[in-house]
């Protein structure tokens, strides 16, 4: 089933019909319920206007102007241009013209065409960042994944002692009914259930809170009745695929487009333009009535003033690649001394589970021998009890080693970005 697909299943189903999730889909839930991930549309469909806004310049450009004004001084003929009986007329201070243009794009030096490439390359920019701060929210599911996991192995673990306490109770119970027993016994077994319930209290109160908060980053009602599968132990792999060293690409590929965009700086521009005007005094100057004219031809225009600053805005472009390199440097160093101290973590938690089993073993065999004793009368209830605890902490900090060496792998995962 594909992603949209379960998100659509999801949707009809009521909150209490989420039985099981997995981290893995937490990571994809929370990335699709962040808010962030709105901005992804936003960002393609901004790129595409601005695309097109650029290619529309290669299409023919119309403007209007007009004018009027009235100067001090017009143009005189003397009176020697005028033969006899011609009078030449004055040309009025006041003149008036309103203009209509069209230009159209000949040759531009390429720069359209990089405008617009500049934007593709700055748009995937955003996108690429846009990723790298999604990528940060699987490190805040990975702590409340794990820690709802933990919650859950405790209580499980709790309730076993709780279990043993009470079939010891029970027996204490009897003993003392029949008058072999004391009331002390039959109350130090009913305080420790009662030290192991208010324990599966704060567990649950401490759950609910990991997945209340779960609850919100993926969009999902997980309460009480979800389960959550223990996810399988991973490989460490060393080779770093974060998101950042694709972002990384992308900003240097825009410095080289913009390098590109000097060249068109100083490249000619050539267009091919018409106008049509009316007003006063039209293009045959002497007649000074009111008329219409057009004129139309190409426009050559070609500043080379930029190559004045040309070598000094290559080599900025240069200096910032340069930081950019060393930027990504610095950002595969610490992410390789994040991966090395996590590793060590991983190996630490691998040698701790070893010997977890070896104490968890004495411990057992301890408490077994203890409830011989104590059933003997050799040993007291309290000497009992303490034997029980000890092996209950070996069992739960097992526990607690087993998914911190899980929770350190995926911690490793997503530090490497596997």
Request: proline content about 3%.
């Amino acid at each position: 089933m594909g992603l949209f697909s379960f998100l659509f299943f999801v949707s009809i189903l009521s909150p209490a019909q989420i039985k099981i999730i997995t981290i893995e889909r937490c990571y994809e839930l929370a990335r699709l319920n962040y808010p962030l991930i709105k901005k992804h549309d936003l960002i393609s469909r901004s790129s595409n206007y601005s695309i097109e806004n650029a290619g529309r310049l290669y299409l023919p450009q119309f403007s209007i102007s007009g004018q009027a004004s009235y100067q001090s001084q017009t143009l005189s003929f003397p009176a020697a241009l005028g033969g006899p009986g011609i009078l030449l007329p004055a040309i009025s201070k006041d003149q008036y013209k309103i203009q209509a243009e069209v230009d159209q794009t000949i040759y531009d030096g390429g720069m359209i065409k990089n405008q617009q490439e500049l934007i593709r390359v700055n748009t995937a920019s955003e996108q690429q960042n846009l990723e790298v701060n999604l990528y940060a929210i699987r490190d805040r599911i990975t702590q409340l994944y794990f820690s709802i996991l933990l919650m859950d192995e405790q209580k499980a673990q709790n309730d076993i002692k709780k279990n043993n306490f009470q079939s010891a109770a029970d027996q204490e119970i009897a003993a003392y009914q029949n008058g072999t027993a004391l009331k002390s016994n039959v109350d130090e077994f009913q305080a420790e259930i009662a030290n192991t319930e208010m324990t599966n209290i704060e567990l649950k109160s401490n759950r609910k809170a990991y997945t209340d908060m779960l609850s919100v980053f993926t969009g999902l009602n997980i309460n009480g009745e979800t389960e959550l599968l223990m996810p399988p132990q991973q490989l460490t792999d060393p080779i770093i695929r974060r998101p950042e060293l694709s972002l990384f690409d992308l900003e240097k590929n825009m410095f080289n487009v913009q390098e590109k965009q000097l060249k068109t700086d100083y490249m000619p521009k050539l267009n091919a333009f018409i106008q049509a005007a009316y007003g006063r005094p039209t293009l045959n100057f002497i007649e000074n009535e009111f008329g219409s004219w057009w004129i139309g031809g190409i426009r050559l225009f070609w500043n080379l003033g930029s190559l004045y600053s040309l070598k000094n805005n290559r080599n900025n472009l240069r200096i910032n690649k340069e930081y950019l390199d060393i930027d990504k440097e610095t950002f595969i160093y610490n992410t390789n001394l994040s991966l090395s101290r996590q590793n060590e973590e991983v190996l630490k938690y691998a040698a701790l589970l070893r010997q977890d089993d070896t104490v968890i073993s004495l411990r057992t065999s301890v408490a077994s021998t203890a409830r011989s004793q104590l059933d003997n009368g050799v040993i007291t209830v309290h000497d009992y009890i303490s034997k029980i605890n000890e092996e209950n902490l070996a069992r739960q900090t097992k526990i607690l080693h087993s998914i911190q060496l899980i929770q350190a792998q995926y911690q490793y995962k997503n530090t490497s970005g596997n």
